[in-house]
């Protein structure tokens, strides 16, 4: 592999909502253009769409050819990328290989969903695609449901009381409160979310990242579209994917998430760094028990920890691990495509000192987990401030 170090140039993002007026392209070019024009001497040669699934919401596919038309970008080589709720990392982690190896100079990557044009059940069963279709959808075993299971065996199998695992949720949601572009900017305690709607015994309703739709794009770049390196301070150290069995239920251990293991430990290699040198992190909390198992599985808490950790303010923003700055996903919103592109977006802020009241001081190395189906794919980044 080529040792073309590779910049995040820009990022474009728009507000996590319910975009009633919006096609799935407009949100595209929208968060495309914010990129494009923050970083206007470089124009991007490839461009790369994470999306999970346009032709279900939006009667769309051909998102790449969209978004080059709208972007005025017509010529210039453009694809999607699905890999369930990680299509959106896993997209920046191809830009990443095409930057890196040559390929490109320079990549637009974009991740994008438009979830509420769907009815409920809709959604639902959109979701499910990223399961099996012969055995876990044919039953109507929904993700809620499956991750339901898992919440009960984790808090059995390791004593975790309630309201230890809900402080993923309080801390989401302390820090959407002062985020711009998040979904919900509301307090919430422990309690509510005890005592919120059962949606499938024990999660409830606080449990569950929530529906929106969203886009947010990164200007990857190499050294040599570069003319004064000092402006574009952030470095993709590392982009790493893997994959786990299939379906949850078939694993010799539930609550062992082995391809954000795998992941992790291949992009902290690439990287050269350990746990102790990550100064902030984005972990998938779709749901508040895969917030628990990702923040075990990358190593940054010891197994049947990670809610005893969070509940004691670990990754709180002036913890040891500031987590979630933004709002995470049940913060910011999860429009299931562009979450990884959100959460790199929030690191390279952090690590500019861009991240205006969400600010935490002086960080140099971010970490994001991106998941698609439970830790069916998981893709890590790493970004590190320039030195």
């Given at each position: 592999?080529?040792?073309?170090?590779?910049?995040?140039?820009?990022?474009?993002y728009?507000?996590?909502?319910d975009h009633w007026?919006?096609s799935?392209g407009?949100?595209?070019v929208e968060?495309?253009?914010?990129?494009?024009?923050a970083?206007?001497s470089i124009?991007?040669?490839?461009i790369i769409?994470?999306n999970?699934?346009?032709?279900l919401s939006?009667?769309?596919?051909?998102l790449?050819a969209?978004?080059?038309?709208g972007l005025?970008?017509v010529g210039v080589?453009a694809?999607?990328?699905?890999a369930?709720?990680a299509?959106?990392?896993?997209?920046?982690?191809?830009?990443?290989s095409?930057?890196?190896t040559?390929q490109s100079?320079?990549?637009l990557?974009?991740?994008?969903?438009?979830?509420?044009?769907?009815?409920?059940p809709?959604?639902t069963s959109?979701?499910?695609?990223?399961?099996?279709?012969?055995?876990?959808?044919?039953?109507g075993?929904?993700f809620v449901?499956?991750?339901?299971?898992l919440?009960?065996?984790?808090?059995e199998?390791?004593n975790?009381?309630?309201?230890?695992l809900?402080?993923f949720?309080?801390?989401s949601?302390?820090?959407?409160?002062t985020?711009k572009h998040?979904?919900?900017?509301?307090?919430?305690?422990v309690?509510?979310?005890s005592k919120?709607a059962?949606?499938?015994d024990?999660l409830r309703?606080?449990?569950?990242a929530?529906?929106?739709d969203g886009?947010?794009?990164?200007l990857?770049?190499?050294?040599?579209?570069?003319?004064?390196v000092?402006?574009y301070p952030?470095?993709?150290?590392?982009?790493?994917a893997?994959t786990?069995v299939?379906?949850?239920?078939?694993?010799?251990?539930?609550l062992?998430f082995?391809?954000?293991?795998?992941?992790?430990?291949?992009?902290?290699e690439e990287?050269?760094?350990?746990?102790?040198?990550v100064?902030?992190l984005e972990f998938?909390?779709a749901?508040?028990i895969?917030g628990a198992?990702?923040v075990?599985?990358?190593?940054f808490s010891?197994?049947?920890?990670?809610?005893?950790d969070?509940?004691?303010?670990?990754f709180?923003?002036k913890?040891?691990?500031?987590?979630?700055?933004?709002?995470?996903?049940?913060?910011?919103?999860h429009?299931?495509?562009?979450?990884?592109?959100y959460?790199i977006?929030e690191?390279?802020q952090?690590l500019?000192?861009?991240?205006g009241?969400?600010?935490i001081?002086?960080p140099e190395?971010?970490v994001a987990?991106?998941?698609?189906?439970?830790?069916?794919?998981?893709?890590?980044?790493?970004?590190?401030r320039?030195?």
């Open positions: 592999m080529s040792t073309n170090r590779i910049y995040i140039a820009s990022v474009g728009v507000e996590v909502s007026g919006k799935i407009d949100l595209m968060a495309g253009l914010q990129a494009m024009r970083a206007p124009r991007p040669d490839g769409i994470g999970m699934f346009s032709a939006s009667s769309q596919e051909h790449g969209l978004a080059a038309t005025d970008l080589p694809f999607k990328v699905e369930a709720c299509s959106g990392a896993m997209a920046a982690n191809v830009g990443y095409q930057v890196k040559g100079e320079a990549v990557v974009i991740g994008v969903e438009k979830m509420k044009d769907l009815e409920q809709d959604i959109a979701l499910s695609v990223a399961e099996s279709a012969e055995y876990t959808q044919y039953i075993a929904s449901a499956l991750n339901a299971l919440t009960q065996i984790y808090l199998e390791y975790v009381t309630r309201d230890e809900s402080a949720p309080v801390l949601h302390t820090n959407a409160l985020s998040a979904q919900f900017r509301k307090h919430i305690t309690d509510d979310v919120s059962l949606i499938s024990p309703l606080l449990d569950c929530p529906v929106g886009a947010a794009a990164l990857l770049t190499n050294e040599s579209r570069i003319n004064d000092s402006s952030v470095e993709v150290a590392a982009s790493s893997s786990n299939f379906s949850v239920y078939e694993r010799d251990d539930m062992e082995n391809a954000t293991k795998q992941a992790t430990k291949k992009a902290f990287a050269k760094i350990d746990v102790q040198d100064d902030t998938h909390d749901f508040s895969t198992l990702s075990e599985a990358m190593g010891k197994p049947g920890e990670g809610a005893k969070a509940a004691i303010g670990k709180s923003s913890g040891e691990i500031p987590s979630q700055t933004f709002g995470g996903l049940k913060g910011r919103g429009p299931v495509g562009a979450t990884g592109i959460q977006a690191l390279w952090q500019s000192g861009k991240a009241d969400n600010q001081q002086d190395i971010g987990q991106n998941m698609g189906g439970i830790d069916t794919t998981s893709v890590i980044t790493v970004l590190k320039r030195e």
